[in-house]
C-alpha cells in the first residue's frame, strides 16, 4: 500500500510538472533585476516596463534592485539564474561597459545574456553649476583652456554612458578636467548644486527639474538633434560637429533562453512602448528604439566597440 501510495504521488507530481511546463509563458510571477539602487533613470524606465509587461502578459513582473559592483552582483544573479523567463536583466549601457574597467568579472556579457530588446536611448545633459561664467559648449571650452585641470566633472558610476561621454568631450574640446568618481547620481547633482564639484554628464531626466528650477544649468545635450524637453539648449555637435553619445536601456536574460521566449518577450516589449508609456518616455527626453532581438544584438556589440576604445584611450580602471 505504501508502495503505491509512493507511486501515486510520484506520478501527480510528474504530472504537475508537465503540466506547468505545458502552460504558456509566463504561468507565474516573472523577476526583473535592476543592479543598481532606486531612484534615477534607469530605476523609473525599468519600473514602467514591468508594470507593462505585467499588465500585458497577465502575470506580475517583480523589480528587485540588488545593487552593488558597479552593476556587477545583479548581473551575475541573472547570469547564474535559469534561462527560462522568469529572471530577467534590465540595466542600461553601464552594462555592457563597466566591465572593460575592470580586472575580473564573473560573466560574459555576450556569452552568458540573451539580448532581448532595446526599449531606448537617452542623449545626456550637460549640467554645470549655475555660478560658473558657462553658457555653451564654446564658453566651457574657453573656461577649462583658461584654468587647466582645475575644473571637475562628476561621474556617477564608472564606465558608464556618462563617464564615457565626459572623457570624449575631454578629448574632443582640446581640454582638461579633473573627473571624481560619485556613488550614483543623487550625490553627483547635490554636490554640482552645492558648487563642490563644476559638471555632470549624465542623462536628461535626472538633470530637468534642476535646471528648470535655476539650480543648475544644461548647457548643452549630446544626442544628434535637440531635445524635445530642452528645445533651447543646443546640442554638442552644434559645436563640435560629430559629436554625438547615449546611454540606453535595454533587456536581458540568460544565455540560451529558448527563441519563443525571446521573440514573446521581445514582442511585449515594442508592444509596450507603442502605449501611453510612449509619451511618459519622449517627456523624459528618451528616443525610442523598438526592434528585433537580431537588432538588439547587433547595436549592442557595435556599441562595445565604441566603448572599448574610449575606455582604452582614456585608461578607464576601476581602482
Do not use: C
Amino acid at each position: 500500500m505504501t508502495g503505491t501510495l509512493l507511486k501515486t504521488a510520484l506520478l501527480s507530481l510528474s504530472f504537475a510538472a508537465i503540466t506547468a511546463a505545458a502552460q504558456p509563458y509566463p504561468n507565474r510571477a516573472v523577476k526583473v533585476i535592476i543592479p543598481f539602487p532606486p531612484g534615477g533613470t534607469l530605476d523609473a524606465v525599468g519600473r514602467q516596463l514591468a508594470q507593462k509587461l505585467g499588465e500585458q502578459m497577465g502575470q506580475p513582473f517583480v523589480v528587485e534592485n540588488r545593487a552593488g559592483g558597479n552593476g556587477t552582483i545583479g548581473a551575475a544573479a541573472v547570469a547564474a539564474a535559469q534561462a527560462d523567463g522568469y529572471t530577467l536583466l534590465f540595466n542600461a549601457s553601464t552594462f555592457t561597459s563597466a566591465p572593460m574597467t575592470m580586472k575580473s568579472v564573473s560573466y560574459g556579457v555576450v556569452k552568458d545574456f540573451t539580448p532581448i530588446a532595446l526599449v531606448a536611448k537617452a542623449p545626456l545633459s550637460v549640467a554645470i553649476n549655475k555660478n560658473l561664467p558657462i553658457t555653451d559648449i564654446r564658453s566651457l571650452i574657453t573656461y577649462a583652456k583658461a584654468h587647466p585641470g582645475r575644473m571637475t566633472f562628476a561621474v556617477g558610476s564608472i564606465g558608464s554612458a556618462g563617464h564615457l561621454s565626459t572623457e570624449l568631450l575631454k578629448r574632443a574640446g582640446g581640454i582638461d578636467y579633473t573627473v571624481v568618481p560619485y556613488k550614483g547620481t543623487a550625490p553627483a547633482f547635490q554636490d554640482l548644486i552645492g558648487g563642490q564639484i563644476d559638471g555632470f554628464i549624465d542623462p536628461i531626466l535626472g538633470s530637468l527639474q534642476y535646471h528648470k528650477s535655476g539650480m543648475l544649468r544644461v548647457v548643452a545635450v549630446t544626442g544628434d538633434k535637440r531635445a524635445p524637453n530642452l528645445p533651447d539648449v543646443p546640442t554638442v555637435s552644434e559645436t563640435i560637429p560629430g559629436y554625438e553619445f547615449y546611454s540606453w536601456y535595454g533587456l536581458w536574460a540568460p544565455a540560451k533562453l529558448p527563441a519563443e521566449i525571446t521573440q514573446r518577450l521581445n514582442d511585449e516589449t515594442n508592444k509596450a512602448l507603442a502605449t501611453d508609456m510612449r509619451d511618459k518616455l519622449i517627456a523624459q527626453g528618451l528616443v525610442l528604439t523598438p526592434g528585433s532581438p537580431e537588432d538588439f544584438a547587433k547595436f549592442q556589440n557595435a556599441d562595445m566597440a565604441r566603448s572599448q576604445k574610449v575606455i582604452t584611450e582614456g585608461n578607464i580602471r576601476v581602482e
